[in-house]
């Protein structure tokens, strides 16, 4: 929650608790998604971000010339001030929204837009049927909407891994992530971790453009994804429980995890392959880039369309705990 010493005098106490908000917002999330008919007409907070994000890096980072420490102090400047603004502008939303408590609504809202359960339920869910119904041209082009790998590389199963390593990766940043900042900090905390998120996902690349630079915003991410991360994985593996998964899940994420390249993705990619039965990860190819990754998962790389509906249906469970962990907390 917003820190009491941050909040003006003027501030309803009487407004409903922040994880109850909370809790509104992941129903209204579920319901509505990316909320089209608004943002066909006005800018996703995420693009304003990312606008943001790309001119800090043409001011900053353009031009060339300058040694390996002064990226890095720049790149640091970036993350500061941006993250700074964007926390500044979450306590004020944040105040104005709770200043009376019939005007709390506002805020579960705002919290709505910044998660990402049911769009990220449906770009997946259209991989699968772009497999099924276009066959592996369809899931070509589906896939190429939600990873960065080269889609023309990928057999069917190399799409179906894409996939599900995407839906269970983003689980970690799109939902358990922003629902424990909000937790821990209220809307300053949601939207600092969102543009970390997005600066990582912009300039922390190990590229010539990016490697000094984007640094403190890769390392930032990392650490601000530690624990969800985690807790990612596990709420994974207790939605695998009625699958009789639930041990196959934690096995997996605690032999595999460490194995995958990122600190943080391989918890939650760990926890899903194990509850499948199948393999992710794996040697993979990117635009100018050959990733030779060692499969995690204790079965069989060869998944299909049908295993991505499977891993949905574990996403929803997935998302299910997530929300009862935040019910847990009111009851508390």
Not at 30 to 54: I, K, N, S, T, W
Not at 237 to 255: K, T
Not at 284 to 291: A, D, F, I, N, Q
Request: include cysteine.
């Amino acid at each position: 929650m917003v820190p009491r010493m941050l909040l003006p005098p003027f501030f309803d106490a009487a407004a409903p608790s922040i994880a109850l908000i909370l809790l509104a917002a992941l129903a209204i999330d579920a319901v509505l998604g990316e909320f089209d008919p608004v943002f066909r007409r006005l800018p996703h907070p995420a693009v304003l971000m990312g606008r943001a994000v790309a001119a800090f890096e043409r001011m900053l980072n353009g031009g060339g010339g300058h040694s390996a420490a002064t990226l890095r102090w720049r790149g640091a400047l970036a993350v500061v001030v941006l993250v700074a603004l964007a926390a500044a502008i979450g306590l004020a939303i944040a105040c104005l929204a709770r200043a009376v408590s019939w005007l709390w609504p506002v805020e579960a809202l705002v919290v709505a837009i910044l998660l990402a359960q049911r769009s990220l339920y449906d770009h997946v869910r259209a991989v699968a049927d772009g497999l099924d119904r276009g066959g592996l041209g369809g899931g070509r082009d589906a896939v190429s909407h939600i990873v960065g790998r080269d889609p023309m590389s990928l057999d069917e199963h190399g799409v179906s891994r894409a996939a599900i390593e995407s839906l269970a990766e983003n689980f970690s940043d799109a939902v358990v992530a922003p629902t424990f900042w909000y937790l821990v900090l209220g809307l300053p905390g949601i939207l600092a971790y969102k543009t970390i998120n997005t600066l990582d996902s912009m300039i922390g690349h190990k590229t010539a453009r990016y490697l000094h630079f984007g640094m403190v915003a890769a390392r930032l991410d990392d650490l601000v994804n530690l624990l969800p991360a985690r807790l990612s994985g596990l709420w994974i593996a207790f939605a695998a429980l009625p699958r009789g998964r639930f041990a196959a899940a934690v096995r997996s994420m605690l032999r595999d995890a460490s194995t995958h390249r990122s600190p943080n993705a391989g918890w939650p990619e760990a926890a899903m392959a194990g509850a499948l039965d199948i393999k992710l990860a794996g040697p993979r190819k990117y635009p100018g880039e050959v990733v030779d990754a060692p499969f995690i998962g204790p079965g069989t790389p060869d998944v299909t369309a049908a295993d991505i509906r499977q891993a949905l249906r574990l996403f929803v469970g997935a998302c299910v705990v997530n929300a009862a962990a935040v019910a847990l907390l009111i009851l508390a």
